[in-house]
């Protein structure tokens, strides 16, 4: 079993950034895959980073390539997500979710066991 807790989530206006962090305690944070999903309302959770299980690997949808920063501290037990050069298509329900495939290749928000509340991003335009 893993909990996760979202925070850093708030307003902004477009072409600013914000942190998101995620704290994870329970087995063993290593053994995992982090990744960081959003949903926007009315539309389906879509996946955004992805980081391997050391955090040599990362991954990103092609929208936040440049802008978002994905990295994870194995020793906190967190995984943060970097949001520079915020759009308001940004704007959404942001989740960190744990894959028990460490490589953080998978995409698709089937794989991935554990998640946590979400935080709302909301970007002004």
């Known amino acids: 079993q893993v909990q996760l807790v979202e925070s850093g989530g708030g307003l902004v206006q477009a072409g600013g950034s914000l942190r998101l962090s995620c704290a994870a305690s329970?087995?063993?944070?290593?053994?995992?895959?982090m990744g960081w999903f959003r949903q926007a309302p009315g539309k389906e959770r879509e996946f955004v980073a992805a980081t391997n299980w050391n955090g040599a690997n990362t991954y990103y949808t092609d929208s936040v390539k440049g802008r978002f920063t994905i990295s994870r501290d194995n020793a906190k037990n967190t995984v943060s997500l970097q949001m520079n050069g915020l759009k308001p298509e940004d704007t959404a329900v942001y989740y960190c979710?744990?894959?028990?495939?460490?490589?953080?290749?998978?995409?698709?928000?089937?794989?991935?066991?554990?998640w946590g509340q979400g935080t709302q991003v909301t970007v002004s335009s």
């Open positions: 329970g087995r063993a944070f290593t053994s995992y895959a």
């Open positions: 979710a744990a894959d028990r495939d460490p490589s953080g290749v998978r995409r698709d928000r089937n794989y991935f066991e554990y």
